[in-house]
């Protein structure tokens, strides 16, 4: 494999923005074109709550790309020493409420493999392991006595109880705001020396991967990374493996009136990340939650595989209204700003590696880079490093 010193990179999301920039900081001259602005409502960046935390995503290599992401990202959060007062980055506490206990017991803590939450028979994801989280499992007992100084906007001790939810995890992960990172990253990939071209409103899709190939071979490039995300479905023909998980969102304003009845009258100043995945708020395929993001609060949510409507359904809006009251937010009286439809690019395992077969005979290696589901944002700063390093310019992971 020869090192790659022209590359055509196509897709501008999340992953294809910051594998550019990869390719950038590595002195590598790049090209970029997408069909649609990062900005464009309906990619999936652009809507995503932002939250670092596997999700949705079961490749083996995800936890290490995760963790080069959080590397990146906790020294950029807003408040942290070097960072910039106007940060896309925020730390914000996160509250996964469970029903029962979903953690290390007695036996785990005494088997020889135990370590911090891991080994033994232990369920916690190895995640939670990253000291920089402050991870915490506890009973709501204990996550309310906590909370007499953190002072979060969570549901009630009784309200929570009364609903079956008697644990919960509490960590403090990176927020990212989508829309002001992905207009960060085009900044910094237009200005950039080696950038040769960006053209992130084509309004046209590549119709095959030979197509993309002949594009990259007339341009002169000896490489081309596929960041197509779900348009990679029809692109390399990847249908059975490659599905849409529809998701669809609710954003009030970060200001909105929040229900005074939620913790007994007393009022509660800090904001706080809230999931489950567990009835009765939640399930495995509707998501109950909300994540403060920049200036607005995206209120969830759902993962529907090959559901293919575009737009919100009215009941689907009622539910996530039933969300954003649950999560304290007073509906009467905060009026949505914005609602979304987006479908996460989910397939078994993240497909990042050279192509054996296109771009062989035209001397062009490449490289693809997509089906992150719902981990883009986890996953996407260690995603573009393997992906540099697949073309000459770093570690292979």
Not at 361 to 385: C, D, L
């Amino acid at each position: 494999m020869s090192q790659a010193s022209k590359v055509l990179v196509v897709g501008s999301g999340t992953i294809g923005l910051r594998t550019a920039l990869e390719l950038l900081r590595k002195n590598v001259s790049v090209s970029l074109r997408s069909p649609r602005h990062p900005l464009h409502p309906s990619t999936c960046s652009m809507g995503a709550g932002g939250l670092w935390m596997p999700y949705k995503c079961e490749d083996a290599r995800m936890d290490k790309w995760a963790l080069q992401t959080l590397d990146e990202l906790m020294p950029m959060a807003a408040g942290t020493a070097g960072s910039t007062g106007d940060s896309a980055v925020e730390i914000v506490p996160a509250v996964m409420l469970k029903r029962h206990h979903h953690g290390p017991k007695m036996q785990d803590f005494l088997a020889k493999d135990y370590d911090g939450g891991g080994g033994g028979n232990s369920p916690l994801p190895a995640w939670t392991k990253d000291s920089r989280l402050a991870f915490q499992h506890l009973t709501v007992e204990m996550l309310w006595w906590q909370n007499e100084i953190f002072q979060l906007r969570i549901p009630s001790q009784a309200e929570l109880v009364e609903a079956g939810y008697l644990y919960a995890w509490l960590f403090n992960p990176p927020i990212v705001d989508a829309p002001r990172m992905l207009q960060s990253m085009l900044t910094e990939v237009q200005l950039h020396p080696y950038t040769l071209d960006v053209n992130v409103e084509t309004g046209v899709e590549y119709e095959s991967l030979e197509e993309m190939v002949e594009d990259a071979k007339e341009g002169g490039y000896d490489a081309v990374v596929n960041c197509t995300g779900l348009g990679s479905s029809k692109l390399c023909g990847d249908e059975d493996s490659m599905v849409g998980g529809r998701g669809v969102l609710l954003h009030y304003d970060r200001t909105c009136e929040r229900r005074a009845d939620v913790h007994g009258g007393r009022s509660m100043p800090n904001d706080v990340v809230i999931l489950t995945e567990e009835a009765p708020w939640g399930s495995d395929t509707d998501a109950c939650y909300i994540i403060p993001r920049g200036d607005v609060l995206v209120v969830g949510g759902s993962f529907h595989r090959e559901d293919t409507h575009a737009e919100v359904r009215p009941m689907e809006k009622k539910r996530l209204m039933q969300n954003a009251h649950l999560m304290g937010i007073d509906t009467e009286k905060s009026p949505i700003v914005d609602e979304w439809t987006g479908f996460r690019p989910h397939r078994p395992s993240i497909r990042l590696e050279i192509d054996k077969h296109a771009g062989i005979s035209e001397g062009i290696q490449v490289v693809h880079n997509y089906g992150h589901g719902g981990s883009g944002w986890t996953v996407f700063v260690g995603a573009a490093k393997q992906v540099a390093a697949l073309l000459g310019h770093g570690d292979k992971q």
